[in-house]
């Protein structure tokens, strides 16, 4: 079990589609964060977030769009994505930027 | 150079084998250190972190050698249920921020 729950679990978009991947985390963590896994590539860092302010974006497109409403919530905004954006997407979060905790993960394919 | 560095594999073992994974880091600033494991479309879980003392967890073995930069995982009497991907994470700087740079795994298929 996972003090990290992400959905949906997989999602389906076409790229036209507006659709969000939610996370939420029951650790009573400060820090959440978006993290990108696409085959053959090593997890890459999306967002940071710490007390619910961004303190970092990893040059990431604008069609990725985080929010982060309080400590215990962060989503990811998806719109107009290309087939290359499909991979696993993982949510994680952390006390005081320790070690970090991640949720199951959001599947998604770009059609 | 990458900043975060695996050999990717696949480690091929026989049970009952001692296996040991390098990772390299670029950053002489980074600060903290770990070894996650992750299983075929799973998320990473922290398999334990790697202090400069070096560190056992009953088969496990983590250490870091500050001077070459890197941090090992020692695995001995490998099971099957040891099959995963092994990825090490690295911070980013001195700072104690939670950004962690991942190695792109090391795959481990231990075979009866």
């Known amino acids: 079990e996972t003090g990290v729950t992400q959905t949906p679990r997989h999602l389906v978009m076409g790229m036209t589609n507006k659709k969000s991947l939610k996370c939420e985390q029951h650790?009573?963590?400060?820090?959440m964060y978006w993290y990108k896994q696409s085959a053959k590539k090593p997890l890459e860092l999306m967002f940071v977030y710490n007390f619910k302010e961004q303190t970092e974006n990893n040059s990431v497109p604008s069609r990725f769009s985080p929010e982060c409403p309080n400590s215990s919530h962060l989503f990811l905004h998806l719109h107009t994505l290309q087939p290359e954006d499909s991979a696993l997407y993982l949510c994680a979060s952390s006390r005081d930027g320790n070690t970090i905790y991640f949720g199951e993960g959001s599947w998604l394919t770009v059609v | 150079r990458k900043e975060v560095e695996q050999d990717p594999g696949p480690f091929n073992v026989p049970e009952g084998a001692t296996v040991a994974f390098n990772c390299t880091y670029s950053?002489?600033?980074?600060?903290?250190f770990f070894w996650y494991r992750q299983d075929c479309r799973k998320e990473p879980k922290l398999l334990m972190s790697v202090y400069s003392s070096g560190n056992e967890d009953g088969r496990f073995t983590a250490q870091l050698n500050r001077a070459s930069q890197y941090i090992s995982l020692l695995i001995r009497d490998s099971k099957l249920s040891d099959s995963a991907t092994y990825l090490c994470a690295v911070s980013h700087g001195s700072s104690n921020t939670g950004k962690l740079i991942f190695g792109q795994g090391t795959t481990l298929q231990v075979k009866p």
């Open positions: 950053n002489s600033a980074s600060q903290s």
């Open positions: 650790l009573g963590h400060n820090a």
